[in-house]
């Protein structure tokens, strides 16, 4: 048994494993933290009425993210190796849930693609923060649209972001993943906490964003709002796409899974809600309206930001650009660690040839221009990448990572990676089998629109 033991860790060394308890920690936040939680969280809780969309996500975090999140760490550590490769070894070598693995890389290259476009977005920001915004709210929010629809400018972002995620991920688990979280995690959370208290203290909209997202009041809730909340929650913490996986491949063996998990998720939910909490104090502040949608963050904040200045706006969008760049070389490294354990490609050529090929697509969603007839409808294809990966890839690669770790995966190893059989075990494994893929299963069916209780417009 030691020597098996040894030989493990033998193996994991040779492909990297984090330095720590902190590491992961920090690395594993820093996936889930991402333009998720910064951009989508405050604008969908503010389009789907505050507090009771709050309190059903925190619900469906624990009932739905954390049980696979568990589970992905599960195989990704037990098998020490990248998505298809974890399948392979789990089960045997051509087995047909490697596809779980597959839709995983898949997805880490697609969303990557356009996320580096978004997250150029805001690096742009960055600069035009330090020079100030001003002039008429309708002239503010038009520099957002010349930026997205002028191709130069787009292309010139997205190549600057792309290349800051590939320089990180050559770097390798530890010199590069590991100790760029150690840098940007606390960064981040130390910019947010600033921007929170801001809102609470210095503004007069500070009540009533805590308020708005922490006193529920249900009547202004749907079930389309219940199920965005479901859907959301699955998302945030970097689930289906591989991503924990892989970074569980990197864990060592005596830390605790569970304990792991339960301190990335509060982690991330703790940083959607300080985002909600700084950017809510501002919009009540000024008088307007919560739910401002996708433009929230490019729109309507830059127009609040003509008001407060540098000293706000600076921080706000490096603070963006940081859980970005955080999520960007979890993505990368999906794809990138295949290719090292499968074709053993060295770290430095897989990164740059994958990377080369992410930037490469990402110039699809790039130029805003470029459009195709989807769903009955021209669409650019940062629409296109963005409604089927998170409507389609992702879910299925959750549900099949689910009924996997419940049906397939053989008892002593989820023994050993949990310790044991007790009371935890137990009701991890009802969850998996019972309780979470029906809840995945509904979110891949609001994505097909097929719910009959969901007023589909």
């Keep these: 048994m030691g020597n098996n033991l040894e030989k493990n860790q033998n193996i994991k060394s040779s492909r990297g494993n984090w330095t720590g308890h902190l590491g992961f920690i920090l690395a594993a936040a820093g996936s889930a933290i991402g333009l998720g939680n910064i951009w989508?969280?405050?604008?969908?809780?503010?389009?789907?009425?505050?507090?009771?969309?709050?309190?059903?996500?925190?619900?469906?975090?624990?009932?739905?993210?954390?049980?696979?999140?568990?589970?992905?760490?599960?195989?990704?550590r037990h098998s020490q190796k990248n998505p298809v490769g974890a399948f392979r070894k789990l089960h045997y070598q051509k087995t047909p849930w490697q596809i779980t693995?597959?839709?995983?890389?898949?997805?880490?290259?697609?969303?990557?693609?356009?996320?580096?476009?978004?997250?150029?977005?805001?690096?742009?920001?960055?600069?035009?923060?330090?020079?100030?915004?001003?002039?008429?709210?309708?002239?503010?929010?038009?520099?957002?649209?010349?930026?997205?629809?002028?191709?130069?400018?787009?292309?010139?972002?997205?190549?600057?972001?792309?290349?800051?995620?590939?320089?990180?991920?050559?770097?390798?688990?530890?010199?590069?993943?590991?100790?760029?979280?150690?840098?940007?995690?606390?960064?981040?959370?130390?910019?947010?906490?600033?921007?929170?208290?801001?809102?609470?203290?210095?503004?007069?909209?500070?009540?009533?964003?805590?308020?708005?997202?922490?006193?529920?009041?249900?009547?202004?809730?749907?079930?389309?709002?219940?199920?965005?909340?479901?859907?959301?929650?699955?998302?945030?913490?970097?689930?289906?796409?591989?991503?924990?996986?892989?970074?569980?491949?990197?864990?060592?063996?005596n830390e605790s899974i569970v304990r792991d998990a339960i301190t990335v998720s509060i982690l991330d939910t703790v940083i959607a809600l300080m985002a909600g909490v700084a950017i809510f104090s501002l919009v009540f502040h000024y008088g307007m309206k919560p739910g401002q949608s996708v433009g929230l963050i490019f729109k309507t904040l830059p127009v609040l930001f003509a008001q407060t200045g540098p000293l706000i706006s600076v921080p706000f969008f490096i603070l963006l650009t940081f859980a970005a760049l955080t999520s960007a070389i979890s993505l990368l490294e999906v794809v990138v660690s295949y290719f090292i354990d499968e074709k053993n490609w060295s770290r430095v050529k897989a990164t740059l040839i994958l990377g080369g090929a992410i930037y490469l697509t990402g110039i699809l969603s790039a130029v805003s221009m470029w459009t195709i007839s989807f769903r009955g409808k021209q669409q650019g294809f940062l629409d296109i990448f963005d409604f089927i990966t998170t409507n389609y890839m992702l879910p299925i690669g959750g549900l099949l990572t689910c009924l996997f770790t419940a049906w397939v995966m053989k008892e002593a190893n989820k023994i050993e990676e949990l310790g044991s059989k007790g009371f935890l075990y137990k009701g991890l494994i009802f969850f998996l089998r019972y309780i979470t893929p029906i809840a995945v299963l509904l979110v891949i069916l609001n994505g097909l629109k097929l719910l009959p209780f969901v007023d589909y417009k």
């Design 40 to 76: 989508k969280f405050p604008y969908i809780t503010g389009d789907y009425g505050g507090g009771a969309f709050v309190l059903v996500y925190l619900i469906c975090v624990v009932i739905v993210g954390l049980p696979l999140m568990i589970a992905e760490l599960m195989i990704g």
């Design 101 to 253: 693995g597959w839709l995983g890389i898949a997805s880490g290259f697609l969303i990557l693609s356009f996320y580096s476009v978004v997250a150029g977005w805001a690096l742009a920001y960055i600069f035009k923060s330090l020079v100030g915004f001003s002039g008429t709210s309708q002239h503010i929010q038009g520099e957002f649209i010349a930026l997205v629809t002028h191709p130069s400018a787009s292309i010139w972002w997205h190549t600057v972001f792309m290349a800051l995620t590939i320089a990180i991920v050559i770097g390798g688990v530890q010199k590069g993943i590991e100790r760029w979280s150690k840098i940007l995690m606390p960064a981040l959370f130390l910019i947010l906490l600033g921007l929170m208290l801001y809102g609470l203290f210095f503004t007069h909209g500070g009540i009533q964003a805590l308020t708005f997202l922490f006193k529920p009041d249900f009547h202004k809730l749907s079930a389309e709002g219940m199920l965005s909340a479901l859907g959301h929650a699955f998302f945030t913490l970097s689930l289906g796409m591989g991503a924990m996986l892989t970074y569980g491949s990197y864990m060592r063996k």
